[in-house]
């Protein structure tokens, strides 16, 4: 598990073998030490010195699926700081963060692969990928608290702020600085959407040229991987495209598949292995209960995470890993927002008036007619939105809850960046992530480039979701997966999960901290946790939204008391009285 932990000024220097000694035992070395600061990473992180900065973390070449060196040229004292890393983020990617320790600053990667937390501490400014166990009062951050008032706002797990008082989370793709305590963005998304793809065919050809490079990078170690085979098409995109780079060898593909004939996708699993000439691991998920034991035991991190609920999936996948000795574990989540899945009236901006794509794919009035059978909307409603957007004003930089926002782009593409935002969630803490890494390939910066510059009209081309993606790779998909159009179904084997832990769950929530702070809506958890509204409705990803809530929320406030009790000793015995 990758990580780091950057603790600026000399106290922190002069600390240690203090602090290695708390944080050596879950894999934490000294990377780098001077004067005035600390650097430690985690298991085998890559650290690159390059004097002006360090560099921490996975990183490749744009271009050539290959990682970069570890002995990369230093960069200039002189230049802008943010023009330097302007530049490097349109030649390099990976799953990294840049310190600039002279300059109290930091770059997180466009991907926001590895998280980059910033804070104060007892001894000055510091950063980390988290928070972790083991981390000493003196170096947490000063009056760590939990914020509700954000929780409020959200009611839910988010990809931008985190919830905290005393942390500020960077977001991916943006230069922040300790003296402005401030964020400045290198890299926006909205600066792909704007400027598209030739063509259709030169965006098919992006699209599947970047998913090469990023798991020819992924490959490029040559060590075990653990991809997973679900049986939908975003996997059988990642699955088949490993075996055709060669990938196959150092690689073993698993499904893991629950009993009830709707979350079974074994038959979609076996063509796509079959027709790639892997061989394909399958394992049975047992039936799942939440019990208390099971909800203290959640893997919980700097976000809420909903990566450990499916505890028997988690903990299978941990485990065939480590049986294998894999260090990574290669998964195709991302993919029904990075190649466009659900469908969008929002698409019929892109038809006319200045969204429109230029050259089109196919005739207006094909297009039309593919953009309503994907609505499952009338023709004549798809072409008054179409009109209206196209006569509407130009849309005005509005004030925005994420920096991602704050262009105008077309109105699909941006619900595409708003759901690219949530995506950081997929990084969230959980056992199989602790195991080895757990890689999302279809959410890196090069691919996320690629579809970014291809208009939704093109993504859905045919009124059929993720429609240039099954051509981009028809010639090594299946059939019976290229033209699927049903995706798994697992809501009968979460909600014999929650109705088997009803008693359990409703005590954890309607007597839990959030329902004690107001954050939770009473009448809602109730609604959520009925049994007849359960197997009618079932909003499973609300109800676990709410439950990784609560469970984020218990698990600060007790590090936060035991982070200030602790300071609150360290204070007493500086002051030479015995603490009890």
């Not at 310190?99 to 400014?125: F, H, N, Q, T, Y």
């Not at 609560?550 to 982070?563: D, F």
Request: with cysteine; charged share 25%.
């Amino acid at each position: 598990m990758d990580g780091f932990l950057f603790l600026a000024g000399p106290r922190a220097a002069a600390d240690e073998p203090a602090l290695l000694k708390a944080l050596e035992p879950a894999g934490w070395w000294v990377a780098r030490t001077t004067a005035d600061a600390l650097l430690l990473a985690r298991d085998r992180t890559p650290v690159r010195d390059l004097g002006r900065v360090v560099i921490v973390g996975e990183l490749f070449v744009r271009g050539s699926g290959q990682p970069a060196a570890l002995a990369l040229p230093p960069w200039p004292d002189d230049g802008d700081l943010a023009g330097l890393c302007t530049r490097f983020v349109q030649t390099h990617w990976g799953r990294y963060v840049i310190i600039a320790a002279s300059e109290a600053a930091v770059l997180r990667d466009p991907s926001g692969a590895m998280d980059c937390l910033v804070w104060e501490s007892a001894w000055g400014w510091a950063a980390g990928s988290d928070l972790p166990e083991g981390l000493p009062a003196r170096a947490a951050p000063r009056d760590l608290a939990i914020d509700w008032r954000a929780l409020a706002r959200s009611a839910g797990p988010g990809a931008g702020s985190i919830g905290l008082v005393g942390v500020t989370a960077v977001t991916p793709g943006a230069l922040w600085t300790s003296r402005d305590k401030a964020q400045q963005s290198i890299w926006r998304p909205s600066v792909f959407a704007r400027d598209p793809h030739g063509s259709y065919a030169a965006a098919r050809d992006a699209v599947r040229a970047a998913v090469d490079e990023v798991l020819s990078a992924e490959l490029s170690s040559g060590a075990p991987i653990l991809a997973e085979i679900s049986g939908g098409l975003d996997s059988g995109i990642v699955s088949t495209t490993l075996a055709r780079l060669g990938g196959g060898r150092n690689t073993v593909f698993i499904n893991l598949h629950a009993a009830d004939r709707a979350s079974d996708e074994r038959r979609f699993a076996r063509a796509i292995a079959d027709k790639a000439g892997l061989r394909l691991l399958e394992r049975e998920k047992p039936e799942l209960t939440l019990d208390e034991d099971a909800l203290d035991r959640l893997p919980v991190g700097v976000r809420p995470s909903v990566n450990g609920f499916d505890h028997h999936y988690d903990r299978g996948m941990a485990s065939e890993a480590q049986a294998i000795g894999a260090g990574r574990i290669l998964t195709g989540q991302g993919g029904d927002i990075v190649f466009f899945q659900s469908p969008s009236s929002a698409v019929a901006g892109e038809l006319w008036g200045r969204w429109r794509r230029a050259p089109r794919a196919d005739p207006a009035w094909r297009q039309l007619e593919a953009a309503a059978r994907w609505n499952r909307r009338s023709v004549w409603s798809m072409l008054g939105e179409a009109v209206r957007e196209a006569w509407r004003a130009a849309p005005a930089v509005e004030a925005a809850s994420h920096p991602w926002l704050t262009e105008p782009v077309a109105p699909a593409k941006r619900r595409q960046i708003r759901s690219l935002i949530r995506a950081q969630l997929f990084h969230g803490a959980s056992i199989r992530g602790r195991a080895a890494q757990l890689i999302h390939p279809l959410l890196h910066q090069p691919l996320q480039e690629a579809v970014l510059a291809a208009p939704v009209i093109d993504l859905a081309r045919g009124g059929q979701g993720r429609g240039l993606a099954r051509d981009a790779f028809a010639d090594q998909l299946p059939d019976l997966v290229r033209t699927r159009r049903s995706k798994g179904d697992l809501t009968a084997y979460y909600g014999r999960m929650i109705l088997r832990s009803l008693t359990v769950l409703r005590s954890y929530l309607l007597d839990g901290r959030l329902a004690t702070e107001g954050v939770l809506d009473r009448a809602e958890a109730e609604a959520l946790l009925d049994p007849d509204q359960l197997i009618h409705v079932g909003d499973y990803p609300r109800l676990f939204e709410i439950l990784a809530l609560e469970a984020y929320v218990r698990h600060w406030e007790a590090r936060a008391a035991a982070w200030a009790e602790g300071g609150r000793a360290r204070r007493s015995a500086s002051h030479g009285r015995t603490v009890a």
